[in-house]
């Protein structure tokens, strides 16, 4: 015969006490800087628009200053760099979508 095992509350003595199938996120996680970069890939995408890459530039520039300046992004090395990404995209962008648009404004 065998003996009985109690059970605790679903919790066997291999697993944490977290869930592992789910990953926790930190609840002080910013997107911003990862929206910069994207603002900043997409001025630079589309600077053959007449001035959707010159507001999407000065979009991404905007939310990475605006990404930089908050205290849990300095704090993280990663986004601290994706908003640094994201401001010199949107520079980048910037310039293009000028260079691109001083020609067709001259035929306005």
């Not at 905007?62 to 930089?68: D, I, N, P, S």
């Not at 300095?74 to 986004?79: I, K, L, Q, R, T």
């Amino acid at each position: 015969m065998t003996a009985a095992t109690p059970r605790n509350s679903g919790a066997t003595g291999n697993e944490s006490s977290s869930n592992p199938a789910r990953p926790r996120v930190p609840r002080g996680r910013s997107r911003l800087p990862s929206v910069s970069v994207l603002l900043g890939a997409l001025s630079i995408a589309s600077f053959w628009v007449s001035g959707v890459g010159f507001i999407l530039g000065v979009s991404a520039v905007v939310c990475g200053a605006l990404a930089t300046s908050r205290s849990g992004v300095a704090d993280d090395e990663p986004a601290s760099l994706r908003a640094l990404l994201g401001v010199v995209a949107g520079v980048a962008g910037i310039t293009v979508s000028a260079t691109a648009l001083f020609p067709v404004l001259a035929y306005l």
